[in-house]
T-cell receptor
Framework: DQQVKQNSPSLSVQEGRISILNCDYT??????FLWYKKYPAEGPTFLIS?????DKNEDGRFTVFLNKSAKHLSLHIVPSQPGDSAVYFC???????????FGQGTILTVHP | GAGVSQTPSNKVTEKGKYVELRCDPI?????LYWYRQSLGQGPEFLIY????????DSGLPNDRFFAVRPEGSVSTLKIQRTERGDSAVYLC?????????????FGPGTRLTVL
C-alpha cells in the first residue's frame, strides 16, 4: 500500500508564478515530513521539512503547509524559476531516525 | 567537501549473478541509509546503519539482499542470485547522527540492470 501519495505526476508553471505541489498520506503515525528535489542523474536533495507540531514552515521561496486532519501537505514555490524544474518528492517519517517513506514524485516544469 | 559517492554508477549483470554496490558516505557521518528507486516510483527504504550496526533492516525485500558497514564508514550492499525485478537505482544517503531532523545527503545512485 502506498502510504505517501503524490497524485499529480507532472505540473507545468510559468516563470514568476506560484508552483503548488501536493502530497497526501495515510499513516497517522507520521510526525515529520520533508520535501526533496531531484535532478536527472543526481541523488535527491533536501529542500524543506516540517514537524507535525507545526502547520507551516517557510524558507526563502519555499513554504510547506501541513494539514494533519486532512493528512495533506503541500509545497509552495514563489516565485517559480526555470532552475526549479526537477522532480519533487514528499517524504514522511514516524521514527526517531531517518527512515523515510517517499511519494512517487511530481515532475515540475517552469517555463521561461 | 566531498559528498556521498557510489560505485559503480552503472552495473549490468545477468540473472542469477552476484553483485556488490558500494557507498562512501560523508566523512564523520554515523548514519547511513540504503534506498531503492524503481522506475516511476520514489525511493524505498532498505536499511539503516548507525555506526557499524544495522539498526533497521526491515526494508530488505528478502534474504538475497545483505548489507555491511564493517568500519562504520563505507557500506556495501550485496545482492545474491539477482533477478530481473532487482533492476532499479540503488541510492545511498548519510546523515550526521541519524536523527530524523538531520539532513540526509544522497549519493547519485547505482543503476542496476539485471538481464
Amino acid at each position: 500500500d502506498q502510504q505517501v501519495k503524490q497524485n499529480s505526476p507532472s505540473l507545468s508553471v510559468q516563470e514568476g508564478r506560484i508552483s503548488i505541489l501536493n502530497c497526501d498520506y495515510t499513516n497517522s503515525m507520521f510526525d515529520y515530513f520533508l520535501w526533496y528535489k531531484k535532478y536527472p542523474a543526481e541523488g535527491p536533495t533536501f529542500l524543506i521539512s516540517i514537524s507535525s507540531i507545526k502547520d507551516k514552515n517557510e524558507d526563502g521561496r519555499f513554504t510547506v503547509f501541513l494539514n494533519k486532519s486532512a493528512k495533506h501537505l503541500s509545497l509552495h514555490i514563489v516565485p517559480s524559476q526555470p532552475g526549479d524544474s526537477a522532480v519533487y518528492f514528499c517524504a514522511a517519517s514516524e521514527a526517531s531516525y531517518g527512515k523515510l517513506t517517499f511519494g512517487q514524485g511530481t515532475i515540475l516544469t517552469v517555463h521561461p | 567537501g566531498a559528498g556521498v559517492s557510489q560505485t559503480p554508477s552503472n552495473k549490468v549483470t545477468e540473472k542469477g549473478k552476484y553483485v556488490e554496490l558500494r557507498c562512501d558516505p560523508i566523512s564523520g557521518h554515523t548514519a547511513l541509509y540504503w534506498y531503492r528507486q524503481s522506475l516511476g516510483q520514489g525511493p524505498e527504504f532498505l536499511i539503516y546503519f548507525q555506526g557499524t550496526g544495522a539498526a533497521d533492516d526491515s526494508g530488505l525485500p528478502n534474504d538475497r539482499f545483505f548489507a555491511v558497514r564493517p568500519e562504520g564508514s563505507v557500506s556495501t550492499l550485496k545482492i545474491q542470485r539477482t533477478e530481473r525485478g532487482d533492476s532499479a537505482v540503488y541510492l545511498c544517503a548519510s546523515s550526521a547522527s541519524g536523527r530524523v531532523t538531520d539532513t540526509q545527503y544522497f549519493g547519485p545512485g547505482t543503476r542496476l540492470t539485471v538481464l
